[in-house]
């Protein structure tokens, strides 16, 4: 939290954060902005109003710590958006003292707004984790939280080079909290996030010393219909020391996403079809329509389109007829 004119007095600010709930970690205190227009333009993404004080004279920071963060829908001034609750109740609260008053919404927004300052490096520390043991450990290990991988998980945890080309595709059941456990960081333009009215949910996570992609899917998504993600959950197995869907139901997910997501069957998923031995003979992909029109048919799901624009949406190829 931000009080961009020093106005609120230290006392009145920590008990306004105690009362949402809040933590005071440390306050920092900045001279004004020596480079005021350029920090301020990358800070807020657009170029402050002409004679706006914000920067113009020193300010404070306050550190704050969330125990128990729950994140809801808010009107910004940006339009209706997904934001840490207590930090925006206490933002709308202090700015009815005065307008200067600055609260993140999410944690990449924190990270953001402390590394254009100059101060991520100093007051925060990144999440290191020691292998994807460790990641799947830590996930593992919070009870309000559920996930699976979805697919390519043949060599995990302990079969695979830790390196920025591995790619993690999960679906879980909370995305802020799912982000929380890993502390990952948008690999994607801040205008894109999820976090930011966007549908992009690629985050890097610190495995070993390297970026590893994690896909965070999440319940609602679209990526597959609520009721088949649902699903998936509900009937998710144990595979060493991390979940996956269960046999028939990585199969049928499998098919999905090369058949609906992808606008070709590529070579890599016809020969992962030939491993699972369903692969029809004939070589048509008619047929391998057919067995997953049959599995959403059976089960009452629907082919949806994605929220995440990146992801494709390919239904011209007989799945309806």
């Not at 990585?250 to 606008?263: D, G, Q, R």
């Not at 079809?273 to 048509?284: A, C, M, V």
Request: hydrophobic letters at 35%; aromatic letters at 14%; proline letters at 5%.
């Amino acid at each position: 939290m931000i009080d961009w004119l020093q106005q609120l007095p230290e006392d009145d600010v920590v008990h306004y954060i105690r009362h949402y709930g809040l933590r005071t970690h440390r306050k920092l205190v900045f001279t004004a902005l020596s480079s005021k227009e350029l920090i301020m333009s990358i800070f807020y993404g657009v170029k402050l109003p002409e004679g706006d004080p914000r920067g113009n004279v020193p300010f404070s920071m306050y550190l704050i710590h969330d125990p128990s963060p729950t994140y809801g829908y808010r009107i910004t001034t940006g339009g209706p958006n997904i934001v840490n609750e207590h930090t925006y109740d206490l933002k709308m609260n202090l700015r009815s003292i005065t307008p200067y008053i600055h609260c993140t919404d999410n944690i990449e927004e924190t990270k953001q707004n402390m590394k254009v300052l100059g101060v991520l490096d100093h007051f925060y520390r990144q999440r290191q984790f020691e292998s994807l043991t460790h990641v799947f450990d830590t996930l593992n290990s919070v009870s309000s939280f559920s996930y699976l991988v979805m697919r390519n998980f043949e060599g995990y945890p302990d079969q695979i080079v830790i390196d920025e080309h591995l790619d993690v595709d999960i679906l879980c059941s909370d995305y802020f909290l799912a982000k929380r456990i890993l502390d990952g960081i948008a690999a994607c333009p801040s205008t894109e996030m999820y976090e930011n009215r966007g549908s992009r949910i690629l985050n890097y996570v610190e495995v070993n010393g390297s970026e590893v992609m994690f896909d965070l899917r999440y319940m609602g998504d679209n990526y597959y219909s609520l009721s088949l993600q649902r699903y998936m959950m509900a009937r998710r197995v144990r595979r060493k020391n991390f979940y996956v869907p269960d046999n028939d139901t990585f199969i049928h997910t499998l098919l999905y996403h090369a058949l609906v997501h992808k606008p070709t069957i590529s070579p890599t998923y016809e020969q992962k079809f030939k491993q699972l031995g369903i692969w029809p003979e004939s070589g048509r992909i008619k047929e391998l329509q057919d067995t997953l029109v049959t599995f959403m048919n059976n089960n009452g799901f629907f082919f949806v389109k994605p929220n995440d624009p990146t992801v494709g949406f390919f239904m011209a190829m007989g799945f309806m007829s």
